[in-house]
């Protein structure tokens, strides 16, 4: 066999005797964003929850180009069950569309692990503006913007954002117009919609709920397949627009390669904690959902949501460079 060849055997030997016994170092977890964000507090929290099982987990926060270096840091990283990461809707279904130059492929340069949670995209509109234009509710809303084609606008946090894309396939699959206003960032967004400058906005859940709960803003639908527990009276676009399916998701992935024997010893110790009362309780103040899932079902998740997005991207003409 090729040196090369010998070198990858050896690593997944030692990483297979390894992890079958209790971890001899800490692990590091990977996360592709900033310190204090929902995905950096989730990191922490199930790092905390695993330690009986796994021992020490240390968060590490590596930023930067949409989340592609840190995920690139994954990537590269041994594939011995000790860097492991977060893999999330943009780095690992919106960013390969995105850029044109991307330093890790996401199909095929991660082990998936388990999906972690989901978490509701929802249409929210300014209230004054919508008492103003007599919409109440989402069959108001889609009445209103068919009969006005280019009337309504719609804010996001720039060029291939997650709001800015939901908003493309909206108007494809309910075949309106309304026009996209890019900010710098989620926050300049919100502010704008809260201002009236723009009509509405698609939004995290867990980021628009306390303006929906003031009154500031109404909800008209949710993102997701089915109604969300948090909003069981808001519908969910799909009741309409069969098919329409736009969430936040994340979960743990780690460098391709990283034998199943581990996989399987890591999925099961996440699954565990995900599935504990406590973090069910915690993650319900998010407005997020855990999704426990097995590495298959993961890998599948990863690859149907990366063909989606391929065609959402395309369409909206979005580039990142």
Request: aromatic residues 8%; positive net charge.
């Amino acid at each position: 066999m090729k040196r090369r060849t010998w070198l990858a055997l050896g690593l997944m030997s030692s990483a297979l005797s390894v992890m079958a016994q209790a971890p001899t170092k800490p692990i590091r977890l990977i996360v592709p964003y900033a310190a204090g964000g929902p995905i950096d507090v989730t990191a922490r929290l199930l790092a905390e929850r695993v330690k009986d099982s796994l021992g020490t987990v240390i968060v590490e926060n590596r930023p930067g180009a949409g989340g592609n270096i840190g995920a690139d840091l994954i990537a590269k990283a041994a594939p011995d069950g000790y860097t492991i990461g977060i893999a999330a809707t943009a780095t690992h279904a919106v960013n390969p569309w995105l850029y044109a130059r991307m330093p890790y492929n996401a199909a095929s340069d991660f082990a998936p692990i388990t999906q972690i949670l989901r978490v509701p995209n929802v249409l929210v509109m300014n209230a004054e503006t919508a008492k103003r234009l007599g919409i109440s509710q989402w069959s108001d809303f889609i009445r209103y913007a068919k009969a006005n084609p280019g009337r309504l606008n719609y804010g996001s946090g720039g060029n291939g954002s997650a709001g800015h894309l939901a908003g493309e396939l909206f108007k494809s699959k309910a075949g309106i117009f309304a026009v996209h206003i890019p900010y710098n960032g989620g926050n300049p967004a919100q502010m704008a919609l809260l201002s009236g400058q723009v009509d509405f906005n698609f939004d995290n859940l867990a980021t628009a709920a306390p303006n929906i709960r003031s009154g500031k803003l109404i909800a008209l639908a949710v993102t997701t397949p089915a109604r969300s527990p948090v909003l069981p009276d808001v519908p969910a676009m799909a009741e309409t627009l069969p098919g329409f399916s736009v969430d936040t998701w994340w979960g743990l992935v780690a460098p391709a390669q990283t034998p199943n024997s581990v996989i399987q010893k890591l999925n099961q110790a996440f699954v565990q904690a995900l599935q504990a009362p406590e973090t069910k309780a915690r993650f319900a103040s998010l407005m997020a959902e855990p999704v426990p899932t097995s590495p298959e079902a993961f890998g599948q998740h990863l690859k149907s949501e990366l063909a989606k997005y391929e065609a959402v991207v395309k369409a909206s003409g979005a580039k990142a460079d």
